[in-house]
Nanobody, 115 residues
Framework: QVQLVESGGNLVEPGGSLTLSCSASGFTFYGVWMYWVRQRPGKDIEWVASINNAGHVKYYAEAVKDRFTISRDNGNNILYLQMDRLETEDTALYYC????????RGQGTQVTVSS
């Protein structure tokens, strides 16, 4: 079955950086688009970034554009999210997902941005 396991979340100060990873199994990783979504406190799940199967086409939500970078390693079935210049508003539970709405997602990794 589909398994998505996120890691890399942490407490970081505003302006700092983090890299999230997602290990995928149970499906043909290299053949599908992948997504990062997040859920901020008290909010619904929101889309953050998308990447096509080959890793050449990427899209970002306006709130993270130019600060976050999505990438993938198809040889090892890993999805990444490099997050730079983090802001307090980025505090959220971050999930990798098989779909844009996050209906098929992992258990999440917590990112807290605070001084």
């Amino acid at each position: 079955q589909v398994q998505l396991v996120e890691s890399g979340g942490n407490l970081v100060e505003p302006g700092g950086s983090l890299t999230l990873s997602c290990s995928a199994s149970g499906f043909t990783f290299y053949g599908v688009w992948m997504y990062w979504v997040r859920q901020r406190p008290g909010k619904d799940i929101e889309w953050v970034a998308s990447i096509n199967n080959a890793g050449h086409v990427k899209y970002y939500a306006e709130a993270v554009k130019d600060r976050f970078t999505i990438s993938r390693d198809n040889g090892n079935n890993i999805l990444y999210l490099q997050m730079d210049r983090l802001e307090t508003e980025d505090t959220a539970l971050y999930y990798c997902a098989r779909d844009l709405k996050g209906n098929v997602r992992g258990q999440g990794t917590q990112v807290t941005v605070s001084s």
